[in-house]
């Protein structure tokens, strides 16, 4: 039987910004933020906290494209008085009833990070500069410094005046989103990315010397260039992280994994899904090399990326477990990648609709629960080290990464075998295992959650009575937690 050896030394400490959520508003798509505010009682709804906080995201981003029109002193202040926002993106209207002060609330309710996309110029798009309805909407260096003042400054005239006296004490912003993929004429040029963003680094960290700023520089849609090259090049240490999305994860035009075809052959539609996953791995390890090409130490911040399928964002298969292994090995790349990313996410956050998010709201009379992705990132988020150990590669068709806090060792393990169990004895170098825990989820491939089915993938929870033989079940996910003597 092979044996898997893990390495007890400390490498890194990981961040809890890994586990990240994206919360946008998504107009006429799908009810998103505007969902889980409770209009009677003029507060976030109880329930909709109480799932996300069990969810523990390390952080919660706001932004998107939202940003690229969205003015943020229309979202403060007297809720009565605040004028609505048209959606130019999604569609619709925004009350702007949920806005800094409530996104801020929520985060801090739920023990997350904020993190604030400010309006960066438009990011350079003629459409929310001056838009169809001859509105001109993007902002400048000044107002994305005064969000930061209104935001950290304990004397804030703006922020007291509205009913908070305390600081909020942001620390991660980001400029720019989505910046390099419109077609060239349709946004900003590499340069002028790196210029504007100096200009806004600049203003806002003149206003709070400590923030975290975070800046575009994914590639280009139409060439593959790297903006990051010239981002740092420009900003230098004014750039604290680089921000990408992970967009590759869709299929061919005719494809298995549209609409209902997949569960005609799980096993050609995983095949399938493994394609994406090598898409998404290629990314990151070009990413890695661009980066240390640069000589910065700035990090990496994935700041969005999803499972793209047909119908769009509303793929029942995003409700089978068949999804849930795909995002699990998604995860466990970004936490072998944890010495360099920072922040990452598997999923839009919350809505009543789209299953590309990892919360699902649903109608009024449903509990809120998680899809197969948001089980994922829970169940890895809360049975995980606080600093990255070594794990070698063992089985080919197991997916892990290992952490560590004190004397627990904590292994995650994926098989992507669909057919076979995998078995294995583990030994970590120079200490003795004296105790253990395996919790794995593995309901089969066409298992899927619905307001019915909540239950469906709740982790078995076993002692192991043999710490060093270990099995990992066909198509499952699994923890495995270790006390050293």
Partial sequence: MPTLTIDPQELHAISPRLYMQFMEPLGTTDSSVEAGWDVLKDAWREDFVSVTSDLAPGAIRWGGILTSFWKWRESVGDSAQRPPMVNYLWGGWE???????????????????PILAVNFAGDGRPEYIKTALGEERAGDAREAADLVSYCNDPDSAERRAGGFAEPWKVKFWQIGNETSYPKAGHRFTAEENAKTYLEFAKAMRERDPGITLIGWGDQERDTGTWWMRTLIETAGDYV?????????????????LHGRRYRRDYAASWAELGKMYDRVRDKLADARSVLAG????????????????????????????????????????????????DV??????????????????????????????????????????????????????????ASRSGDTVYLHVVNTDLD?????????????????RQLTINPGLDAAIDSTALDVFTPSDTKLADVEHIVIPKAAVSVLELALG
């Fill in 95 to 113: 009350k702007n009833r949920v806005g800094v002060d409530e996104f801020l609330s929520f985060c801090r309710a739920v023990a997350a990070d």
């Fill in 240 to 256: 604290d992280q680089v921000a990408l999305h992970m967009m590759q994860q869709g299929p061919d035009k005719e494809s298995i």
């Fill in 294 to 341: 640069t000589g910065s130490s700035a990090k990496l911040a994935i700041t969005e990326g999803h499972l793209s399928l047909r119908p769009h964002n509303k793929s029942e298969m995003l409700r089978e477990w068949i999804s849930g292994l795909y995002h699990a090995r998604i995860m466990t790349l970004f936490e072998r990648n944890s010495d360099v990313v």
């Fill in 344 to 401: 990452a996410t598997l999923a839009d956050f919350a809505g009543t609709t789209w299953t590309v998010n990892a919360l699902m709201l649903g109608s009024p009379a449903e509990t809120p629960y998680l899809l197969p992705v948001g089980h994922i990132m829970r169940f890895f988020r809360k049975h995980s080290g606080e600093r990255a150990i070594a794990v070698g590669k063992m089985h080919s068709t197991l997916e892990m990464a």
């Fill in 420 to 436: 076979n169990e995998v078995r294995f004895d583990l030994s970590v170098k120079d200490r003795k295992v004296v105790s253990g």
